[in-house]
């Protein structure tokens, strides 16, 4: 486990009624310039939502589980440094193609709308599926998290 999420942790502990140790430590999106960029949003109270393929939690990272309401994240910066912690709050899961607005909106990228969001979502979908030979489908399921930043740094 990362040292500074560690840390973090123990810090948001200690000042809140949290007692256990049940949290994941994970940077956004595929890049250190992502990662720190994404978090920034964050930060600033414009990013409180993020989704991901739900084939990638068979695919890609195996026995994770789905996220789901009141679970814990330690936020990673583009150099692997824990920053903040959110909390998830409400799970949604449903196909690419119905994603709304107010999802666009509440992944505080770009502009905020749906558009933009698909404009730079597809394409990251697009390259995470090409690593296992797998094209992309507006049917594919999304794993659509809203959270709320509970502490930071």
């Avoid at 794993?143 to 709320?148: A, K, P, S, W």
């Amino acid at each position: 486990m990362n040292q500074s999420a560690i840390n973090l942790w123990s810090q948001f502990k200690n000042k809140s009624s949290i007692t256990h140790d049940q949290y994941e430590a994970w940077a956004f999106g595929n890049s250190p310039k992502m990662a720190d960029e994404l978090l920034a949003h964050v930060l600033k109270g414009e990013k409180t939502g993020t989704s991901s393929l739900h084939l990638l939690y068979e695919l890609d990272l195996g026995e994770a589980k789905l996220p789901k309401p009141g679970d814990y994240s330690v936020l990673l910066d583009g150099n692997d440094q824990a920053q903040a912690i959110i909390c998830t709050k409400v799970v949604d899961i449903l196909p690419y193609s119905q994603l709304s607005e107010v999802h666009g909106y509440l992944e505080g990228e770009g502009d905020r709308t749906l558009r933009y969001w698909r404009s730079v979502h597809q394409p990251f979908f697009e390259h995470e599926l090409e690593k296992y030979g797998l094209t992309f489908s507006e049917d594919m399921l999304i794993v659509y998290e809203l959270f709320e930043l509970v502490y930071e740094k």
